[in-house]
Each structure stands twice: as structure tokens, then as C-alpha cells.
Nanobody, 127 residues
Framework: VQLQACGGGLVQAGDSLTLSCAISGGTFSRNGMGWFRQGPGKERDLVAAIGRNNARTYIVDSVKGRFTISRDNDKKTVYLQMNSLKPDDTAVYYC?????????????????????WGQGTLVTVSS
């Protein structure tokens, strides 16, 4: 399984960006997926997670109401829509693929729940 994240860049506070993560190999449609970020000098933290379809998502409180995670199983792609970006959102963003899961399984919320990681895409938000 390979994950290729893209869509990062340099934006101003208040702008929007959409990150994409294309997955090759594996049975993507059954895997929980997540986006993590790692800011300068910080730990890698979960931003959002999604189950097998768009019905079940988790968004961390610090970005709730601004970020949305979604997936297109036909395109084998997961997205992170980021609105109203703040300088504190500056980080390298990583997509990750978790284990195959049944529809009702708990969402993977820890880094250790994930098996495969993309290379990361840098988001820089200027004030």
C-alpha cells in the first residue's frame, strides 16, 4: 500500500486548502483513514479520521468547524478540506491508512492504529 499526499502550500490566514491523499494497492474501501499533522517542534497529532464511508468521521476539537475529512472510494482518495486557516495550522500533514474495519468499528484515533503513511505535505499559513 502506498499513499501519496498533495495539496499543501503557502497561504495566508483565513484562506482555504484541500489536501488529497491517493492510495494505491490494498483494499482501500475497507480501511479507516486519517490525517495527522506535525508542527515545528511538536508531536505528530491526529487531525481527523474517517471510517469506511463518509458517514462516520472524527475531527479534533482544535480544527472542528474548519476542517472536514471525506473520502471517495471509487477514486481511492481521502481529502482534508481546510477552511479559515490559522498560523497555528502550519505543519506537515500526513495521511495514513489504518486497518480494515467493519462499518461499526471504532474509528482509529491513535498513530499506532495506522499501518501505512504518506510522505507528508507542508502547509504554511502566514499571518
Amino acid at each position: 500500500v502506498q499513499l501519496q499526499a498533495c495539496g499543501g502550500g503557502l497561504v495566508q490566514a483565513g484562506d482555504s486548502l484541500t489536501l488529497s491523499c491517493a492510495i494505491s494497492g490494498g483494499t482501500f474501501s475497507r480501511n479507516g483513514m486519517g490525517w495527522f499533522r506535525q508542527g515545528p517542534g511538536k508531536e505528530r497529532d491526529l487531525v481527523a479520521a474517517i471510517g469506511r464511508n463518509n458517514a462516520r468521521t472524527y475531527i479534533v476539537d482544535s480544527v472542528k468547524g474548519r476542517f472536514t475529512i471525506s473520502r471517495d472510494n471509487d477514486k481511492k482518495t481521502v481529502y482534508l478540506q481546510m477552511n479559515s486557516l490559522k498560523p497555528d495550522d502550519t505543519a506537515v500533514y500526513y495521511c495514513a491508512a489504518g486497518p480494515q474495519m467493519i462499518i461499526t468499528a471504532p474509528l482509529p484515533l491513535k498513530a499506532s492504529d495506522y499501518n501505512y503513511w504518506g510522505q507528508g505535505t507542508l502547509v504554511t499559513v502566514s499571518s
